[in-house]
């Protein structure tokens, strides 16, 4: 980590996060300008910081020198004063404090680690402490823990985070449901420490900030970044009113490129919101012409933010 680019707390990941695309060129490869574009735009449209290599960003169909490459470029287009997320979690403790130093000499000023999850039984309460310790022991900027049950097929539960939130390189944790009992869960366990929970659902946003989220990491926000930073904004002013209309309807597009359609909606929509999106990489195939209608109709409802 450079000396001029003090570690990161979690007071400054209050803010909305877009957790962005991987973009390919026309050879399949990473396309660096096209993240520099894309970067740019959300900055201008308010965000706190950019996600790069989660799992939007197609991170397990990276190879490793690709995934390097675009941590590059993303530290390129993220001003000093954003913070830019690495995500580079892996199966293996010494691939993922690896792939997290690899980020850090990089500039990321912060990875994000999603739990190990292939030998799924064996992932228990204290394989979680000895991982996350070790990745946090290792490293010189902040790990921010990756909570996502729906794809992992594991989670995290409340005492865990507890019990790693004490470890003064550990700040927060991206949980990416809707469940607000659990997010609740999470920040009265970390009650105490210097901890931030970040939302990492759209349809759950508001629920998330209710509880006591920091911010959110929200595929959303690669779509329609003004949106989510309105719905934040209207709940850090106290309209909550305001808030709840954004929330209705940032619903049908956040469904729409999450669980809907997935990536390749998200690049979609991105495409046809004038970001660079295009075709996500394989065995992950690009959706017909027929989703296009479905994706515009989603977005209807928030063209004043855009």
């Known amino acids: 980590m450079s000396a001029s680019r ?3 707390t979690p007071a400054q990941l209050a803010g909305v996060f877009p957790p962005m695309s991987t973009p390919f060129d026309n050879a399949g490869d990473v396309d660096v300008d096209a993240i520099g574009s894309n970067i740019g735009r959300w900055i201008e449209r308010g965000v706190r910081g950019v996600v790069a290599l989660g799992s939007n960003g197609e991170a397990p169909l990276l190879e490793e020198p690709e995934a390097d490459a675009v941590v590059a470029a993303a530290r390129r287009a993220v001003p000093a004063d954003r913070v830019l997320i690495a995500g580079t979690g ?4 010494r691939a993922t404090i690896a792939a997290s130093r690899r980020a850090e000499a990089l500039g990321a000023d912060a990875v994000l680690v999603r739990t190990p999850s292939y030998f799924k039984p064996r992932m228990t309460r204290d394989a979680f402490l000895a991982h996350y310790t070790a990745v946090a022991d290792a490293l010189a900027i902040p790990v921010l823990l990756y909570n996502y049950p729906a794809v992992t097929g594991v989670t995290l539960t409340a005492d865990t985070v507890g019990r790693l939130a004490e470890h003064p390189n550990i700040i927060g944790i991206k949980e990416t449901s809707t469940d ?10 970390a009650a105490g420490q210097r901890f931030a929970l970040l939302a990492g659902s759209a349809p759950g946003f508001f629920a998330g900030l209710c509880v006591g989220a920091a911010g959110g990491i929200l595929a959303a926000a690669c779509v329609v ?11 850090q002013r106290g309209d909550h009113p305001r808030a709840r209309d954004v929330q209705r309807r940032l619903i049908p597009i956040a469904h729409a490129v999450t669980g809907g359609f997935g990536v390749a909606g998200l690049k979609a929509a991105m495409d046809l919101t004038g970001y660079t999106g295009g075709d996500p990489r394989l065995p992950l195939l690009p959706l017909g012409a027929d989703v296009r209608t479905h994706l ?6 928030l063209k004043e933010f855009e």
């Open 90 to 93: 892996r199966e293996s403790t």
């Open 180 to 189: 607000a009992a659990q997010m609740a869960a999470y920040v009265d366990a």
């Open 225 to 235: 970044p003004r949106a989510c930073v309105a719905l934040f904004e209207a709940f």
């Open 296 to 301: 515009e109709a989603a977005l209807e409802p």
């Open 6 to 8: 003090p570690s990161v």
